[in-house]
């Protein structure tokens, strides 16, 4: 997320110089767009997560079986 907004205010950079800049919406100034670009990092970094956890066999605290006491 601090990605996000450490490089949005490069959105001037965009409006400026990019070769499609005439069918791009400007991104300056554009909070609409900043929220959407939020909203969209952050589920894809939940869902990321969640799949790295899946993958490397992490169980969520809640699932995990209770321990006997007892110390091997």
Same mark, same amino acid.
């Given at each position: 997320?601090?990605? /996000?907004?450490? =490089? !949005?205010?490069?959105?001037?950079?965009?409006?400026? =110089?990019?070769?499609?800049?005439?069918?791009? %919406?400007?991104?300056? +100034?554009?909070?609409?767009?900043?929220?959407?670009? &939020? !909203?969209r990092?952050?589920?894809? +970094?939940?869902?990321?997560?969640?799949? %790295?956890a899946?993958? /490397?066999?992490?169980?969520?605290?809640?699932?995990?079986?209770? &321990? &006997? +006491?007892?110390?091997?």
């Open positions: 997320m601090a990605e /996000n907004f450490g =490089f !949005w205010p490069l959105g001037r950079l965009i409006d400026r =110089f990019h070769p499609a800049r005439a069918e791009l %919406e400007p991104l300056a +100034g554009n909070r609409r767009a900043l929220a959407q670009a &939020t !909203w990092h952050l589920l894809f +970094g939940l869902a990321l997560g969640a799949l %790295e899946r993958i /490397n066999g992490r169980i969520p605290s809640a699932e995990r079986p209770a &321990t &006997t +006491g007892r110390h091997a």
